[in-house]
């Protein structure tokens, strides 16, 4: 959509959904886009504000001129690699709508892997303590709240611009007063005797030299404190397995998110703290190595 291309002159130049579609999907994936239709109808969903099927039965309608400045903003956002999530800001996750914006990463299918085992966990606990560290968005504190409506959730980020976006969705879910945020370095904003049954993270588990290699989606626009995990990428989840001992109740469970590489080393990390027993690795649905399990020990 050059802006000589949005001026039409002839009636059969108007710039119609379908117009609008064949021009932004070419454009995407040429700057890119590996998923450029998916793409252009989510974007254009939003400038129209409908849901994306509708667009199929729309096809011939016209935009308003509100809603074609804006469609170009957003292609032009999305063409300097933008993720979609932050460019309509909200994405789906378990089943539920969250809103991101930058200062959150935006939730992955493959965490849901981490999700299934915790509610299989929690289900058969009465009022279980649940604590969520490096919560973001708030994608699995809220999502283990709504779940589990018996739990008590504690939810920790180190940034307090994420913690502030996991409030504004708890809200919107409704389980604002179930959940604690706390703001702080790991385990530091707890009381050093406070104890829960179940502790989950997804931390920033990624290579710092790797990071230069990932999607510009990625690399340039999510936030790099949920991305850099040090040098081999096992800072955080190093403190996290060391700290967590501490934490967890007598038989009480954590889950930890990891990159599928790191399983032998987390798993080995977990067995030489001498705390945890019954260590597992729990695979994603393209059977990747992606939770380890561990149970803290009597
Ligand atoms: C990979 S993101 C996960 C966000 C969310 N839980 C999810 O699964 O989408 C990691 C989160 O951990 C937070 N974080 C990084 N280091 C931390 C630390 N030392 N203590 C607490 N939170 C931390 C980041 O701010 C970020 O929100």
Redesign the pocket.
């Known amino acids: 959509m050059s802006d000589s291309e949005s001026t039409p002159s002839p009636a059969t130049d108007v710039w119609t959904v379908r117009r609008i579609l064949d021009w932004t999907i070419p454009h995407l994936k040429k700057h890119g886009s590996e998923s450029p239709r998916l793409d252009a109808e989510i974007l254009l969903a939003h400038a129209r504000s409908c849901q994306r099927i509708q667009l199929y039965t729309q096809f011939d309608s016209p935009l308003t001129d509100e809603q074609r400045t804006m469609m170009r903003d957003l292609v032009k956002r999305r063409s300097a690699a933008e993720p979609v999530a932050y460019l309509v800001g909200h994405r789906e996750?378990f089943g539920l709508d969250f809103r991101v914006t930058s200062d959150?990463?935006?939730?992955?299918p493959d965490?849901e892997t981490?999700i299934v085992e915790a509610i299989e966990r929690l289900k058969s606990l009465s009022q279980p303590r649940v604590l969520?560290?490096?919560?973001?968005?708030?994608?699995?504190?809220i999502t283990l709240a709504l779940n589990c409506r018996q739990s008590q959730v504690s939810a920790?980020?180190?940034?307090a611009a994420?913690l502030e976006i996991a409030h504004q969705n708890a809200q919107k879910h409704a389980v604002a007063d179930r959940i604690r945020f706390l703001h702080?370095?790991?385990f530091?904003p707890l009381a050093m005797d406070e104890q829960f049954d179940l502790i989950s993270?997804?931390?920033?588990?990624i290579a710092s030299a790797e990071i230069e290699t990932l999607q510009p989606d990625v690399r340039l626009h999510e936030?790099r404190?949920?991305?850099d995990g040090g040098v081999d990428g096992l800072d955080?989840i190093r403190?996290l397995v060391a700290e967590a001992s501490r934490h967890l109740a007598s038989a009480g469970c954590l889950l930890i998110?990891i990159a599928c590489e790191q399983a032998d080393a987390v798993t080995q990390l977990m067995a030489a703290n001498g705390n945890y027993a019954d260590i597992v690795v729990l695979k994603d649905l393209s059977k990747q190595p992606r939770v380890v399990r561990a149970i803290r020990k009597q």
């Open positions: 996750f959150v990463l935006v939730p992955r965490t981490l969520d560290v490096g919560t973001g968005s708030g994608c699995i504190a920790i980020d180190l940034s994420a702080g370095d790991l530091s993270s997804n931390p920033p588990y936030p404190s949920a991305l955080v403190r998110e």
